[in-house]
């Protein structure tokens, strides 16, 4: 069933409300009461606050399988420059204190106007299945933590325990073109805080000194050759240092450095390798500035690889390519970003399937395609100038998620 016009300026406008209105991670209070709200009117058995602001929503509808859709729900740290008439202008304080714009980047409001649609849409279907569709409203993937949050508050015995996992993310690929892919989907991620430990003093007499910062920009350079160098050519692997911050003041060296290293991987055995090399390095560097005092070296947030299952993955293609057509189904292979959805299945030991949805304006694409520019042209997620086209992006994300929950529930008993 096709979302009628209806609902389709319904949704329409929510996106452009949470769009205009995100919030930051485990922040998501607004969000979520609109979330709740709207779940309600619909008569479903609605669950709110777990894992601090995540909602969970449950349309029990017989005997069958239990199916899990999730959607994400926080906003990113980022000044928006889209120019459109509903961009955000939200102003808000980070967990450390410091005040930051704040933008839907990464699409997590069309991730949530989808599922609301999508549950619209099942619930109108509801004669036309049987099972259990838990639509689960997830705060904090960016911080990589909101999915295990949810579990730790107890998602698995507030929720009926699912079967399978679905969920699906919207990125820079034409708007109407869905990218399924059997196996790794996403890379795991790491984040680590690095502190290295000098002496301070005048810039006029390094001498009587130990300078983190030279110890720190050594660092950084040596940093970049564990993927070069021991890593195995052609598995994905990257190692990024997002944060550097030292000192005050150009003629004072500071005590202390700071260092923020990402890290993605897709193999374990290559995670804990690139791991282990980042601490070998850093404590390296760290004897050899003279520091007397080890570095603080935390992991501050990890999330798994996302994995999809390959008997359930290639099921849902079936599905998408009946609905959609084969033009309309690709398979981009794995990237180098990350998600904590895998947490929700294997919290549970069950599948999980997980999909893009594209957003981008389809001429717009096409054009930078042929002209070799699509990195440049096309926006992706992240960035300041993101924002999916409207439509056909939620049209079809709606669509996928209903045609997603329908392909593994059961036919009604007659």
């Known amino acids: 069933m096709v979302p009628n016009a209806d609902s389709l300026t319904s949704l329409t406008h929510l996106y452009k409300d949470l769009h205009a209105h995100p919030e930051l991670s485990f922040e998501e209070h607004r969000t979520a009461a609109i979330v709740a709200e709207r779940m309600s009117a619909l008569g479903l058995q609605v669950v709110e606050g777990i894992g601090g602001t995540g909602v969970a929503a449950v ?14 729900m926080d906003g990113l740290p980022v000044a928006e420059l889209t120019g459109l008439d509903y961009a955000s202008t939200a102003i808000a304080t980070t967990a450390d204190g410091v005040e930051t714009p704040v933008m839907h980047a990464c699409g997590h409001d069309m991730h949530v106007t989808w599922l609301v649609g999508a549950m619209e849409q099942l619930v109108a279907q509801r004669d036309e299945f049987s099972g259990t569709i838990v639509a689960v409203f997830q705060p904090a993937e960016e911080a990589i933590a909101g999915a295990q949050a949810m579990v730790d508050d107890g998602l698995l015995t507030k929720a009926p325990r699912p079967d399978l996992v679905l969920g699906q993310h919207v990125g820079p690929l034409p708007a109407g073109i869905i990218s399924l892919t059997s196996g790794a989907v996403m890379a795991a991620a790491d984040d680590i805080s690095v502190v290295m430990h000098g002496q301070g003093g005048h810039g006029s007499t390094p001498q009587r000194t130990i300078d983190p910062v030279l110890a720190a920009a050594s660092t950084v350079m040596r940093l970049q050759g564990i993927v070069s160098r021991e890593v195995t050519p052609g598995e994905l692997a990257v190692v990024t240092v997002g944060k550097l911050q030292a000192g005050t003041k150009s003629n004072i060296i500071p005590a202390d450095a700071s260092l923020g290293v990402n890290v993605r991987s897709v193999e374990a055995a290559t995670r804990e390798r690139i791991l282990a090399a980042v601490e070998r390095i850093v404590r390296a560097e760290a004897t050899a500035s003279g520091m007397t005092t080890d570095p603080d070296i935390t992991l501050l947030a990890s999330a798994p690889a996302t994995v999809n299952d390959a008997e359930a993955t290639e099921r849902l293609r079936a599905g998408f390519v009946d609905a959609f057509g084969e033009r309309a189904v690709i398979d981009y292979g794995t990237i180098s970003g990350s998600e904590d959805v895998s947490v929700l299945s294997s919290s549970a030991s069950v599948p999980l399937v997980f999909w ?14 042929a002209a070799g520019r699509v990195e440049i042209d096309i926006p992706s997620n992240h960035s300041p100038y993101f924002a999916p086209v409207i439509e056909p992006t939620l049209q079809r994300g709606v669509e996928a998620l209903v045609v997603a929950a329908r392909t593994f529930l059961e036919a009604p008993a007659g």
Do not use: I, K
């Open 356 to 369: 893009f949805t594209g957003g981008a304006d389809p001429v717009a694409f096409a054009e930078a395609s």
């Open 59 to 72: 349309l029990a509808n017989g005997p069958g399988p239990t199916v899990w859709l999730r959607a994400d």
